[in-house]
């Protein structure tokens, strides 16, 4: 049983669709991550946060938007999405940003976009 | 360019055999970690191993890491059907910090046959 829950679990969207991505974790920790898990590529960090703050930005186009409102909490706001962006989005927690901290994840919400 | 590349991509035998996957990366590292993902979930944190560290066990799992090397390897003993999954290691930036979050590889993926 994940200690990190995301929705939805699938999600298909148009183009010019706006949808939100949800994540919640019930481990007390006080870092979020965002990951995009495409097929035949390496798992890609897009956003980091830490106490809510965001750390790192991994150079992701403005149409992917996070909000953090809490520790507990991340949201990926999608808007105007390209076909490219069809993926599997990750979410994970750890217990801080530091490198020996495992991260946990959520299973995901497979996006496809038409 | 990815950090950790894992070797074979794919890896298929019998159940009870022993299965090896290796991981190479580029840069100088703190941490290493090996996840587990089963089709359709999220990643499972296996083992974590210092860059101080040259081998550590866990159950049935054996990691091992070679930092004149730069390379890793995870041993699975005896293995089962539960065991088929994708495997991935994951890397922090290396020295000084750097970014946030964790790079992974493509993953190996394992098939155990009954």
């Known amino acids: 049983e994940t200690g990190v829950t995301q929705t939805p679990r699938h999600l298909v969207m148009g183009m010019t669709n706006k949808k939100s991505l949800k994540c919640e974790q019930h481990?007390?920790?006080?870092?979020m991550y965002w990951y995009k898990q495409s097929a035949k590529k390496p798992l890609e960090l897009m956003f980091v946060y830490n106490f809510k703050e965001q750390t790192e930005n991994n150079s992701v186009p403005s149409r992917f938007s996070p909000e953090c409102p809490n520790s507990s909490h991340l949201f990926l706001h999608l808007h105007t999405l390209q076909p490219e962006d069809s993926a599997l989005y990750l979410c994970?927690?750890?217990?801080?940003?530091?490198?020996?901290?495992?991260?946990?994840f959520g299973d995901g919400t497979r996006l496809s976009i038409l | 360019s990815q950090q950790g590349e894992e070797d074979p991509q794919a890896l298929s035998i019998q159940e009870g055999e022993n299965a090896t996957m290796n991981c190479s990366y580029k840069?100088?590292?703190?941490?290493l970690q090996w996840y587990r993902q089963n089709s359709g979930r999220g990643l499972v944190h296996l083992i974590l191993i210092r860059s101080n560290e040259r081998e550590k066990h866990s159950g049935r799992l054996r990691v091992t890491l070679d930092t004149s090397k730069k390379s890793s390897s995870l041993l699975i003993t005896a293995s089962r059907a539960a065991d088929t999954a994708s495997y991935f290691c994951a890397t922090d930036a290396g020295l000084g910090g750097g970014a946030d979050g964790l790079t992974f590889g493509k993953g190996t993926h394992l098939i155990i046959q009954p």
């Open positions: 840069t100088s590292i703190n941490n």
């Open positions: 994970a927690s750890s217990q801080g940003v530091v490198s020996n901290q495992p991260q946990h």
């Open positions: 481990l007390g920790h006080n870092a």
